[in-house]
């Protein structure tokens, strides 16, 4: 017990936590706004592979970093824009189209990777964000240095948290979006159009989600792997859910799971850790998550339009 | 309906100042093979009101549709103020000035009040919402039209009279200067209804034209000026309604004279069976039923009055074995049934005329056959130590077909392929033909036009005839009045005391399914 204690009052443990829920923050939002609209997006998984791919290589051909993180949003969107055209104006299966989406978007960034690459054993690395501790609030005591000496896309991935939530309920943008995913017929008998509002949903959605992906290559590690996303995009579906379609519950959802995978990662190095199989601790973080997922999504609102497709003019 | 609301105000309606402010020419529109609108033209003038009548499928929505721009017509022009309307385009139509208030309600549940009625008001890019003025301008028309609600509650919490309320706030709001109103009585009570005409008479006193589609024909003659029939999608008719009565509309609408059915003094036997103190708990923000006591007797119909979503579906489920109760017992004669199931009501004698019968009356992608045994499949002679005997099942899908008239492409055809009415012709057949002894008709007639309601209720009169006992829920007051020797209201799960038919108004009954006026704790008549 004493461990946990010493664990959770360490500086370092706060900025692991922070550090890893950042991809899953861009990620989470972007799912969030697609949800909203009415589209379940399953290509999550394999856009955020595409984006930590897509930014790692052009970061390694030379580009900037930024350059990078904007290259991994573009190639999102476009796989976004192939999700929204199949799910939106020909309204196919969501599930089928997204998973569809995951699987071509990953096996086209093995592929990519391994054509452009076909020699190298271990993957090559590149200069990856530097931490930038923000004047004043980084000097705070105690948490300061940890919250606020951060690389640049962490407090980014906050800002869009926070763009997200006012677009959402403080512009007609965000009611528009709110409305279509409730009820489509209501927002095209206000003359709005679904399906212009769905596909941009989506299309900007996913290029979030290749942002959260890109995190990972040019935040938190150095290089591109395979099967580094982990999961990580399952994650975010389920803490949309969590976070029962708002973008503030969304933050603390993603925050909670990075702090059991903060956990149990400095769990493994304690006494304990030494008698248990790190597996116990590698799952705890998901077995937490679908514990408080119990608890807290069973009063949650769907978006009543959520994986239904829209005709104008249906009879 | 005489007195107007507005008091004070100068009547412009009739001869006074009116100038054309929409005109329909010759609009036609086909859906594949049907030829939903044929030539259709009309005008309506300033501080109008005209009613658009018609059986289902005459095309008064498709109509009220391609003037709103959710429909393209295949040929005609709709001029609005002078001015051409371009067509498929609901924008301009909102541009225009013309509301259209939809029967099904196309509001957001997850929005307030000011969030559905600001939607799509503002450019998608303009940064903010400005929610507060925009409340003020919806408090000041509420005041104005009478239209109370509150621009703060989100519309999922609204009753259904509120959200009419806000879908006509949302025409308004956008200075809406027509409005379309499609079948907009069909949920409210006698008192919302009359709330209602309260708004449209101080509407069209403001200088507003309205376009009204119903089928209720005594509403239409208490609200409209003018009545256009429409038939088969042609214009068939067109009188002041000074110069016509309800039998002329109606012939107008079916194109020949219809008796209604007559309801001849029930002589009530023993009842067949009782709920005795049932309660079901509430499912969300419906209610279940609180300590309800009702008999159904032999031999008469029970009509159940009240708006829907008042413990209507809890007890229908119960008598359909669908649900058991928290408390209480169901007793069928002396035997107690509290916790049967659907296989027991059926093996029970239950005849099941559900509320919906494309998603619980029938299977939309079986056959005429393969619902018509759905009830029974399981028994001789449909099956038989566990093989089915088609032939049985086709046999009496032909007889059913037969005796009820059902016009279908035959015992095969998918049943999708079929209209409500001979949908609900086969439901009527596959419950009425094994003879039961009790009838559950939820919403019988709900959608169907006027042939088919005659049909269904002259069988179910002939059922009561022979001695079934019938509980009939409707949320149609005037079906309930017509069709019930004894009738009781729900109201939030609980049950008013019975009255004869004959015996309260409709105003009563109206206060009543609001909830007033009857002891709710013991439902005796306060």
Known sequence: MTDVIDILLSATFWAAVIRIASPLIFATMGELICERAGVLNLGIEGIMVIGAFTGWITVYAGMPLWFGVGAAMGAGMLFGLLHATLTVPFGLSQHVVGLGVTLLATSTSYFAYRLILPEVTSPPKIT?????AIPGLSDIPGLGPALFTQTPLTYAAFVVAGVTAIILYRTPLGLALRAVGENPSAAASQGLSVTALRMGAVIVGSGLMAVGGAFLTLSAFSSFFFEMVNGRGWICIALVVFGAWKPGKAVLGALLFAAFDALQVRLQQTPIGAVLPYQLFLAMPFLLSILALILMSRRAEVPAALMQPFNKGER | MTSDASGAQPDLRPDVLHPDVLHLDRITKRFGPLLANDAISLTLKQGEVIALLGENGAGKTTLMNILFGHYTADAGSVTAFGKPLPPGNPRAALAAGIGMVHQHFTLADNLTVTENILLGTRSLWSPGLNLGAAADRIAALSRDFGLAVNPAARVGALSVGERQRVEILKALYRDARILILDEPTAVLTPQETEALFQTLRRAVALGLSIVFISHKLHEVMGVADRC???????????VATANTDRHALAAMMVGAEIAPPALSPATPGPALIRFANVSTPDQGAVPGLKRITLDLRAGQITGLAGVSGNGQGALSDLLSGLAVPSSGEISLGSTPVTNWSPRAAIHAGIARIPEDRHKTGTIADFSLT???????????????????????ARDFTTHVIATHDIRC???????RLLSGGNMQKLILGRVLEPGPKIILANQPVRGLDIGAITYVQKRLIAARDAGAAILLISEDLDEIIEMSDLIHVLSAGRLSPAFARGEKTPAELGLWMAGQGFDMETSRAA
């Not at chain 1, 990856?128 to 930038?132: D, G, N, Q, R």
């Not at chain 2, 035959?410 to 049943?415: D, H, L, Q």
């Open chain 2, 370 to 392: 393969e619902n018509a045994i759905l009830e029974r499949y399981g028994e001789a002679p449909y099956s038989r130590k566990g093989w089915m005997n088609w032939r049985a």
């Open chain 2, 409 to 415: 492409p035959g015992p095969e055809a998918r049943i």
């Open chain 2, 228 to 238: 256009l029939v429409l038939r088969h999608g042609k214009l068939v008719g067109e």
């Open chain 1, 128 to 132: 990856p964000f530097a931490e930038w």
